[in-house]
Nanobody
Framework: QVQLVESGGGLAQPGGSLRLSCVASGTIFTIYTMGWYRQAPGKQRELVALFTSRGSTVYADSVKGRFTISRDNANDTMYLQMNSLKPEDTAVYYC???????????WGQGTQVTVSS
């Protein structure tokens, strides 16, 4: 099984920054896609940023120009740099990995991000 552990969430002021981290461990797979999703109260889970199977990036329109997804393959870690935060960014953020051939998604436990003055 793949285990995903997230960290870096917390409270930020509007216009501030946070960096989320996701460390993967367990059974080694070739990764097909991996990325970040978020879910606000009363809303559906939505894509924030994603590495495609070709290594290119996809961002939700709402975060383009503000968030940056990156990865450190040597340490099996993925990051989400969040700049110019807005109150509407408040949500639980989840790390996601889809291993090639697994037939399923793996999710982290989620980390709370709150943007408020």
């Amino acid at each position: 099984q793949v285990q995903l552990v997230e960290s870096g969430g917390g409270l930020a002021q509007p216009g501030g920054s946070l960096r989320l981290s996701c460390v993967a461990s367990g059974t080694i797979f070739t990764i097909y896609t991996m990325g970040w999703y978020r879910q606000a109260p009363g809303k559906q889970r939505e894509l924030v940023a994603l590495f495609t199977s070709r290594g290119s990036t996809v961002y939700a329109d709402s975060v383009k120009g503000r968030f940056t997804i990156s990865r450190d393959n040597a340490n099996d870690t993925m990051y989400l740099q969040m700049n110019s935060l807005k109150p509407e960014d408040t949500a639980v953020y989840y790390c996601n990995v889809y291993p090639m051939g697994s037939g399923r998604n793996y999710w982290g436990q989620g980390t709370q991000v709150t943007v408020s003055s």
